[in-house]
T-cell receptor, first 115, second 114 residues
Framework: GAVVSQHPSRVICKSGTSVKIECRSL??????MFWYRQFPKKSLMLMAT?????????EQGVEKDKFLINHASLTLSTLTVTSAHPEDSSFYIC???????????FGSGTRLTVV | QKEVEQDPGPLSVPEGAIVSLNCTYS??????FMWYRQYSRKGPELLMY????GNKEDGRFTAQVDKSSKYISLFIRDSQPSDSATYLC??????????????FGKGTKLSVIP
């Protein structure tokens, strides 16, 4: 089946630094990537949607200058949290959708802790 | 009213029990319905996917959709300790050609006690 590899699984960074999270579709071409944020006991919150080669579409309230999304190829999308602050600490999950069929395959998530 | 309502639980059942998980929604445009299972500190994995109203069975799992009531269910028969996880319902109005996002419930945390 379709596999999405997300790295790193866990990262701790200092306040003010930037962190990059990668998602790769291993055996299919991901025409669309979704980036979610998940708080404890809360539902997944969509942050942005990106189509390969296009600028990402951000949801209301998500700072596009803070959460930089790049989807330069059909198999790779990255989320960069710039100038991270403790309130950015969360679980970030990507999801990829391929051309064929109806499938949203999720990455394994990244636990970000900003200290 | 939130678009998707799901009782967060936690729900605790003995091994072998039948588990019923439910979601209600308000957007009548939703026509694709999914159930995801999420283990702690992992990404969600797709369990069941149904289109429009009806039932779908896959092993011990049965998904039901009642669009007239805007109500979906996931049943787990002969529950096992390995079923212990958070179950998220998700739905979309995507026609299949677009890239509409999923709308998730909050998730129900299930514990199956041996």
């Amino acid at each position: 089946g379709a596999v999405v590899s997300q790295h790193p699984s866990r990262v701790i960074c200092k306040s003010g630094t930037s962190v990059k999270i990668e998602c790769r579709s291993l055996d299919f071409q991901a025409t669309t990537m979704f980036w979610y944020r998940q708080f404890p006991k809360k539902s997944l919150m969509l942050m942005a949607t990106s189509n390969e080669g296009s600028k990402a579409t951000y949801e209301q309230g998500v700072e596009k200058d803070k959460f930089l999304i790049n989807h330069a190829s059909l198999t790779l999308s990255t989320l960069t949290v710039t100038s991270a602050h403790p309130e950015d600490s969360s679980f970030y999950i990507c999801s990829a959708r391929g051309v064929q069929g109806y499938g949203y395959t999720f990455g394994s998530g990244t636990r970000l802790t900003v200290v | 009213q939130k678009e998707v309502e799901q009782d967060p639980g936690p729900l605790s059942v003995p091994e072998g029990a039948i588990v019923s998980l439910n979601c209600t929604y308000s957007n009548s445009a939703f026509q694709y319905f999914m159930w995801y299972r999420q283990y702690s500190r992992k990404g969600p994995e797709l369990l069941m996917y149904t289109y429009s109203s009806g039932n779908k069975e896959d092993g011990r799992f049965t998904a039901q959709v009642d669009k007239s009531s805007k109500y979906i269910s996931l049943f787990i028969r002969d529950s096992q300790p390995s079923d212990s996880a958070t179950y998220l319902c998700a739905m979309s109005s995507d026609s299949g050609a677009g890239s509409y996002q999923l709308t998730f419930g909050k998730g129900t945390k299930l514990s199956v006690i041996p």
